[in-house]
């Protein structure tokens, strides 16, 4: 069973930096494309980042500049580095495994003004 763990939300003033974590159980891992998304209030859930296997990102554009994907396959784990966080990038943040459409439980990310 392939499960998903994700860890490293929180509360942040405006302008500072989180770091997400999401750590992928089984053999999925090493041949999945992984990606973020996040709910934000009164808004359908929307991709932030996506990252192949091969490493290669790709971001929203409300996400390019600010923040960065990457993978390890050390401990198979996908990151989500946020800087310059705004409150309009508050939400619930969620880790997809992509061919399985598997998601995390979700973390919460709260930027305060």
């Known amino acids: 069973q392939v499960q998903l763990v994700e860890s490293g939300g929180g509360f942040v003033q405006a302008g500072g930096s989180l770091t997400l974590h999401c750590t992928v159980s089984?053999?999925?891992?090493?041949?999945?494309?992984l990606a973020w998304h996040r709910q934000v209030p009164e808004k359908e859930r929307e991709l932030v980042a996506r990252?192949?296997?091969?490493?290669?990102?790709s971001y929203a554009d409300f996400a390019e500049g600010r923040f960065t994907i990457s993978r390890t396959n050390v401990n198979n784990t996908v990151t989500l580095q946020m800087n310059d966080l705004r409150p309009e990038d508050t939400g619930v943040y969620y880790c997809l495994l992509v061919p399985l459409t598997k998601w995390g439980t979700g973390i919460q990310v709260t930027v305060s003004p």
């Open positions: 089984g053999d999925w891992f090493r041949i999945s494309a």
């Open positions: 990252i192949t296997t091969a490493g290669r990102p």
